[in-house]
């Protein structure tokens, strides 16, 4: 069958995005034909685009997060159907812009009824790295204080709720008063605006002067900084995104004299290593959204071929939370 999907011929900016109509194979063994209904937008799919993180061999697709409707299964499929309501965050490679796909029957998850296809292609990849953030990359436990980077964002308004629903001291930093206030809403009990304010000095004001006990940081170059600045002794600097520009390089010597840090690369790729795991993640996060403790809002949405829009309103941070685009 034909379908119209986004293409990547080279690594560039948001224009090198182009609508292109394809022929898709029939789903072969183990494989399911998805007709998309909602496609996550996330700020890796930038890093893909511009060539920052690796794609498969161009010609590619981008995209790692969908939902959608099973429209044919292979051969071996027997945990879906015709007509199973679907979503998924990975799926093997990018490949959600797209009205349809074929891939792995494995790499889904059939929708539970409580969850809407938009939320659900916003909240698999971006729950599932609050899930191991605050699970396995550091145990967070009622009375840490935390310091979370681009707290208006899609996995930041995840965050601020899971912090403050394990009962964690949540510090957003945003760079605007509205997203200031949109973190309030979602849990962080103290935000601090970067564009006004000294990152540094308002969380040793909140602190005390001792700093916190993990910081999160998804930003990179701009902020990296401080991050280094703002953690307490023997506390916890993570490194999840690049999205100013990779951290510079860390001089153990120098860097580390002041408050001897641990410092930590978390990629979603170095935890979620099976199957198994990564649907344990899920379960988790579906856990939190059914006890209303974490809560999927969708702050935008747009048509999914108004994508070179979207890569370029996220560059400009001109989005907040949950992005969704409509094929």
């Known amino acids: 069958m034909k379908t119209r999907q ?15 109509t394809v022929e898709l194979p029939d789903p072969g063994p183990g494989e399911i034909l998805v007709r998309h209904t909602a496609v996550g937008f996330n700020m890796v799919d930038t890093y893909h685009r511009s060539g920052a993180y690796a794609t498969p061999p161009k ?27 679907i979503a998924y965050a990975g799926g093997g490679q990018p490949g959600s812009y797209a009205e349809a796909r074929v891939m792995k029957a494995a790499a889904v998850t059939k929708l539970p009824s409580w969850i809407s296809d938009k939320q659900g292609a916003a909240i698999i990849s971006k729950g599932k790295t609050v899930e191991y953030l605050f699970n396995r990359t550091h145990k967070l ?21 899971w912090a403050k629903a394990v009962g964690a001291i949540a510090i957003g930093v945003v760079s605007t008063e509205a997203k200031a206030k949109l973190a309030k809403r979602n849990g962080y009990k103290h935000v601090i605006i970067s564009k006004i304010q000294d990152i ?3 969380v040793l004001r909140i602190t005390k002067g001792k700093g916190v006990d993990v910081v999160y940081d998804s930003v990179g170059k701009d902020t990296w900084q401080s991050s280094l600045d703002s ?32 410092i930590h690369r978390a990629t979603t790729v170095n935890y979620m290593t099976s199957p198994e795991i990564s649907a344990a993640s899920l379960r988790k996060v579906f856990a939190m959204v059914k006890k209303g403790a974490v809560k999927i809002q969708v702050n935008h949405t747009y048509k999914l071929k108004d994508v070179v829009k979207v890569h370029r309103d996220a560059e400009a941070r001109k989005t907040t939370g949950q992005v969704v685009m409509i094929p």
């Open 6 to 20: 986004i293409m990547l011929h080279k690594p560039g900016g948001p224009s090198a995005m182009k609508w292109e």
């Open 59 to 85: 010609p590619c697709t981008l995209g790692i997060e969908g939902a959608g409707v099973v429209e044919a299964a292979g051969r071996g499929v027997k945990t879906l159907k015709v007509g199973d309501r």
């Open 141 to 161: 436990k009622k009375g840490d204080v935390i310091l979370f980077h681009a707290a208006a964002g899609g996995v930041g308004l995840i965050a601020g709720q």
């Open 200 to 202: 540094t000095k308002e």
């Open 231 to 262: 953690v307490r002794t023997l506390g916890l600097v993570v490194s999840f995104g690049s999205a100013s520009g990779n951290p510079p390089p860390y001089d153990v010597a120098k860097d580390g004299l002041k408050n001897s840090a641990f």
